[in-house]
């Protein structure tokens, strides 16, 4: 069963064109919610960190909220450098240290 | 800090032949994780190690890999012997854990692995 479930699959927006992307969750008792982004080449670099409902975090154009069932990574006027693989990831059902990761939005950032 | 390190970034092997892949985790850190990646199966655990002890092998594909940490700056993930179906990216990540609450892992570059 899937824990973590990401959308869309891919993301193509213009320079300057906020959006977001969702990572929705089937964790009971989350304990926290990671985001990560992927170059081509490159291993995940990590972003945020989510612990409790309500929480936001912010990294330049990234901003990232959380519920109870989903978290949304949102892009404000993102930039080509922006274009990148988002991966959010949960801790697997008893255990402490395992993250299951969902598969992925591939954002590109038209210039 | 250098970051979690791993060798070879590249690693073209024949079918049937032994391949060993390294990693240096960050300084410090408790917790060591390997990983595998593939467009079909997008990112998957194979094992992780906490204090230099596996505790789940469970994602081990086969028995034809093995994965060891004999101190806290060094492990390696074996393929004894390598089939084409291997061919993927393998990731080493690492993360410290002090109590309770999951940390996040710092992945490598990873080793990109092609078995022909």
């Known amino acids: 069963e899937d824990q973590v479930t990401q959308s869309p699959e891919a993301l193509r927006l213009q320079e300057g064109e906020s959006s977001s992307l969702n990572c929705s969750y089937t964790?009971?008792?989350?304990?926290?919610l990671f985001w990560y982004r992927q170059d081509p080449g490159k291993g995940p670099e990590f972003l945020f960190t989510l612990y409790s409902a309500g929480e936001e975090k912010e990294k330049e154009r990234l901003k990232a909220t959380l519920t109870k069932k989903e978290s949304f990574l949102h892009i404000t006027a993102p930039k080509p450098e922006d274009s990148a693989t988002y991966l959010c990831?949960?801790?697997?059902?008893?255990?402490?240290?395992?993250?299951?990761f969902g598969s992925g939005t591939q954002l590109t950032v038209l210039p | 800090d250098a970051g979690v390190i791993q060798s070879p970034r590249h690693e073209v092997t024949e079918m049937g032949q032994e391949v060993t892949l390294r990693c240096k985790p960050i300084s410090g850190h408790n917790s060591l994780f390997w990983y595998r990646q593939t467009m079909m199966r997008g990112l998957e655990l194979l094992i992780y190690?906490?204090?230099?002890?596996?505790?789940?092998d469970s994602g081990m594909p086969e028995d034809r890999f093995s994965a060891k940490m004999p101190n806290a700056s060094f492990s390696t993930l074996k393929i004894q012997p390598s089939e084409p179906r291997d061919s993927a990216v393998y990731f080493c990540a690492s993360s410290l854990r002090v109590s309770g609450l999951t940390y996040e892992q710092y992945f490598g570059p990873g080793t990109r692995l092609t078995v022909t």
């Open positions: 990831a949960v801790p697997v059902m008893g255990s402490a240290r395992q993250l299951t």
């Open positions: 190690f906490n204090n230099n002890v596996p505790i789940d």
């Open positions: 964790v009971s008792g989350l304990r926290g």
